[in-house]
């Protein structure tokens, strides 16, 4: 996904490899520049101008060192503040001091919030958890039946409306399924939600309804990392219409040009939490500032 960044990155940084000290000009230009290469990798404007700022006032106040010359310097000034833009630490999921947490997913539809609902709930379980996946995800017509498919193939069960019992109405659906999570000893709910193409009202209000009848521990806003720029505004509309704790990244393994990632944290002030790297369910994993960083710096 940042295979272009890194190549820009490190084009800059190799003109600096000669440099015996760096003067102002050479701080500007390679601020310029690096400005450039995050602006193609379609990071958000007001990511881009902290970062750069940043990035120019460590670099003029970077002390003359005989362990690294100006070049190293500037590598270890991005790579600090890349880890910074994309959260610093990892933010590891609160579980409720009396069980079941309650995880909520939120999303634009494709997003790939319920591959994710079957990756959480087979991390969670390779975890020592015992997850009960909740399909209040009643819009799409296949999104039930999907998440059962995913239960099964990640070993868990599998909470969905049946005739009768609620039918249609996901608030329902999903304040049911914490009584049955109770009664079935399952300790963490991970509720998948309705999505839509695009931002729609009913769809915001869904699921400020879902969150206030079940009270989540986490809200988890899920957003797709090859939609590009669309990603900071789609963002911004969860976080007014129904808030989130964290956030998950999707498709990081497409070749977009990885600018959402970097923006989503710096935008919202909510962590990135997870990555989801492929259809797969094992195609996921806890994200780690450091490690992408390092990744995009490689
Ligand atoms: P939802 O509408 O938000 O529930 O989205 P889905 O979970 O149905 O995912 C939409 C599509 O994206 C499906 O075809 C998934 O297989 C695919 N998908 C989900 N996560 C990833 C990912 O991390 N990488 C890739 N390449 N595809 C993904």
Sequence with gaps: MFETLSDRLTTVFSSLRSKGKLSEDDINATAREIRVALLEADVALPVVKDFIAQIKERARGAEVSRALNPAQQVVQIVNEELINVLGGETRHVRFAKTPPSVIMLAGLQGSGKTTLAGKLARWLKSEGHAPLLVAADLQRPNAVQQLQVLGERAGTAVYAPEPGNGVGDPVEVSRQSIEHAKRAQHDVVIIDTAGRL????????????????????EILFVVDAMIGQDAVTTA???MDGVGFDGVVLTKLDGDAR????????HITGRPIMFASTGEKL?????????RMAGRILD
């Design 198 to 217: 695009g931002i729609d009202e009913e769809m915001m209000r869904q699921a400020a309804d879902i969150r206030d009848a079940v009270r989540p521990d």
């Design 282 to 290: 094992e195609d996921f994993g806890v994200f780690h500032p450091d």
């Design 258 to 265: 990885g600018g959402a990632a970097l923006s989503v944290r």
């Design 236 to 238: 911004q509309a969860f």
